[in-house]
């Protein structure tokens, strides 16, 4: 960046007026937006659903190899890919950032740039949010509301015994693209004259930086085929830990198929490259946010030639466990290892 | 405190059961609160009221003078602050930390009976959040959600030529209360022996660590006297500068008369006895809380004996300015002097 315009040069006020001067009310919905003390929401007899998030510097991303623009992009796309796993439609988002002054304005203009792009490719209107400023480093904490209806609306709870696990997409490489990010940040440290190797790398370090959530099947294909799932729940911390949150809040057990899950050839080699077990990082890896659901058997027509969907484990009793069916014919206890991170001050 | 249990030792998923194992939902209109992707909210035809805000440590609370407790109680209060003025009534809340592990179970305990004390007091729903970690510091952000009719919301840009200023309560004790606990911070520093002397001042302090919002007016005496402001917004930056955003959203000018500004007595003496001019702490100290609104003249007598209320102004036409009418008879520009922060990293 060439120029560098101060913060306080523009005071908060100025700040927030220069942040959202382009920001575009889309939705019919949004009947008050920013510039007032909150945004007011006019839905008829829908039902509103809201989700909040907040993100740590250092935490959950490093500057060093997330572009701002990518991150405002994905910290608005981990909120919306909550409100779509709930079979509801995201409309209104509030950003709120906390910042040091190490954030010039043009940085800040890339965040909220990222921001702007996801809220036109997903038909978003920001409706709110606030700037402030930290001691230290960059928080974000971002609240998406939807509109969805009673009846279709999908929560964690609905799965029963009997009931077919889906998953949409592919998993694994948003951990695998850390990886090369992370390999190639420490490459960078003990020598900086040597330039980054991302290669051909392209999808998988894309799925980490810019992850899209699936508002395809939300959109389209679920209503197309008029399937509602029974439960349903977005990956962002591994297809292992989500089943058993489906598993915990429905009373019920699983059987996940290793088949089944589903994982791009590219993605696998990487695995192999790192000398990581593919299915490991397909399962614990975390943040592909795509969508692992459960439908009723009576409906296992509707997504059968449905794209990019995968059939890959039933619900069974409870007591039966949460277990994991390998390739090789071995059934084992399936574990949940999502991300755990509880950092020193 | 005696105990500390560390946060791995719950895990985050063990953490958030622990941390809203307490929570009762009160309203209705929750229909899904925590413990899916997102929160549901069933609203008829009412419109919704989302407004939101994020607090540093560091930049808007020190905890060596915050009590965990009365921080999680402010930063509820200071976002329900921002739905009752627009006169709307805040129904649910979610609330996001992000935070060190220097941060015990039993700190953060401390921080969520503040927030669930606030929920019950006002009557609102914690319906969601986040927990996660930062590499140092607390940060706290926090979304309310609200209902209000359509035709009684009151936004900043509605206050015309003529109309009537009016503030509720007493301004300047929140500021003053900050300059106490600042001092006994810097005497204890200098020497820990020392006892804080916080003596006949629990009012003044009180003012700054666990303010309250307005909803008397709100659910009570407004409705009671079918009075709908003209303009409204909340006292977060301090009167001046909240005028200032009520006279550009609304197109117009104000004269403020000095002699209306509500003052207490203890606090005039405070602020005499820290050498400040009482006024200048009314109008830039802020985090006060109360409201400041515009009625129509015709309106005047529904407020002339409505309990702690004050009417300190006029709105004039833009070309007039926004100007001071001092207790001398002196008239002069008034100054915006809200808080500005943006610190170093």
Request: charged share 25%; with cysteine; hydrophobic share 35%.
């Amino acid at each position: 960046m060439s120029k560098r315009t101060d913060v306080n040069d523009l005071g908060e006020f100025g700040l927030i007026d220069h942040l959202t001067k382009k920001i575009e009310i889309k939705n019919p919905s949004s009947f008050k937006g920013i510039g007032d003390d909150a945004a007011v929401l006019d839905y008829g007899n829908k039902m509103v659903v809201v989700s909040t998030d907040i993100l740590s510097e250092g935490i959950h991303f490093d500057l060093m190899y997330s572009p701002l623009k990518h991150l405002g992009y994905k910290s608005v796309v981990v909120n919306l890919s909550d409100i779509y796993s709930m079979n509801a439609v995201p409309k209104q988002i509030t950003v709120s950032i906390a910042f040091s002054n190490r954030f010039s304005v043009e940085a800040l203009d890339e965040f909220y740039e990222g921001v702007k792009a996801a809220c036109d490719y997903y038909n978003v209107d920001l409706v709110g949010g606030d700037t402030t400023s930290s001691l230290k480093g960059l928080f974000i904490s971002i609240t998406a509301i939807g509109e969805g209806e009673k009846d279709k609306l999908t929560y964690r709870n609905g799965a029963k015994n009997g009931d077919i696990l889906c998953v949409t997409g592919n998993l694994g490489a948003a951990y695998l693209g850390l990886q090369i990010l992370e390999r190639e940040k420490q490459i960078f440290l003990s020598n900086p004259e040597v330039q980054p190797d991302l290669g051909k790398n392209d999808y998988i370090i894309g799925r980490q930086l810019k992850p899209e959530a699936r508002k395809d099947m939300i959109l389209q294909y679920f209503p197309k085929a008029n399937l509602v799932p029974t439960a349903m729940i977005d990956i962002s911390d591994g297809l292992s830990s989500e089943l058993f949150h489906i598993c915990k809040s429905s009373n019920v057990g699983a059987i996940l198929n290793e088949g089944g899950v589903p994982i791009r050839p590219d993605v696998e080699q990487q695995a192999i490259d790192f000398k990581l077990d593919p299915i490991t990082c397909a399962l614990s890896g975390g943040e592909d946010y795509e969508l692992l659901f459960t439908i009723d058997p009576a409906d296992i027509e509707k997504v059968k030639y449905m794209p990019d969907i995968y059939i890959c484990g039933e619900i069974v009793e409870k007591s039966e466990g949460i277990k994991l069916h390998t390739k090789g014919g071995n059934i084992h206890p399936l574990k949940a290892q999502g991300w755990v991170h509880f950092n020193n001050d």
